[in-house]
């Protein structure tokens, strides 16, 4: 029985991809696939790259296709904490589905979507 939930949680968490590569200005995510159900993994991937010295944050979410508002959420968070401290957070080229979500609840002013 407790190797089913592991199992059942491994899958979860590998709807969510995820990469961190060195970006010009600080740290490039690379979000794919599905953050549904994969807070702890997003806050994981997000907080790792989040240090003293990161101002601006990347995150590639072309590959995105869908985002709960738990992930929503987060991005919002870790934006706002990053805006506070003088930085920035920019979301890439982010498909239909999350871009519509990102609109409909007014990110442009914490976010930079490009």
Same mark, same amino acid.
């Given at each position: 029985m407790l190797g089913d939930s592991a199992a059942a949680s491994r899958q979860v968490v590998d709807l969510l991809g995820t990469s961190v590569a060195a970006g010009a200005y600080?740290?490039?995510?690379? !979000?794919?696939? *599905?953050?549904?159900?994969? =807070?702890?993994?997003?806050?994981?991937?997000?907080a790792s790259q989040m240090t003293e010295?990161?101002?601006?944050?990347?995150?590639?979410?072309?590959? !995105?296709?869908? *985002?709960?508002?738990?992930? =929503?959420w987060l991005l919002l968070v870790v934006a706002r904490t990053l805006k506070d401290e003088g930085g920035s957070m920019v979301l890439i080229r982010p498909q239909p589905a999350v871009a519509r979500i990102l609109t409909l609840i007014d990110t442009d002013h914490v976010i930079t979507i490009r």
């Amino acid at each position: 029985m407790l190797g089913d939930s592991a199992a059942a949680s491994r899958q979860v968490v590998d709807l969510l991809g995820t990469s961190v590569a060195a970006g010009a200005y600080g740290p490039l995510i690379v !979000l794919s696939g *599905a953050a549904d159900f994969t =807070i702890a993994h997003l806050t994981g991937v997000l907080a790792s790259q989040m240090t003293e010295v990161t101002r601006q944050l990347m995150i590639d979410v072309s590959g !995105l296709r869908f *985002a709960d508002s738990a992930s =929503i959420w987060l991005l919002l968070v870790v934006a706002r904490t990053l805006k506070d401290e003088g930085g920035s957070m920019v979301l890439i080229r982010p498909q239909p589905a999350v871009a519509r979500i990102l609109t409909l609840i007014d990110t442009d002013h914490v976010i930079t979507i490009r």
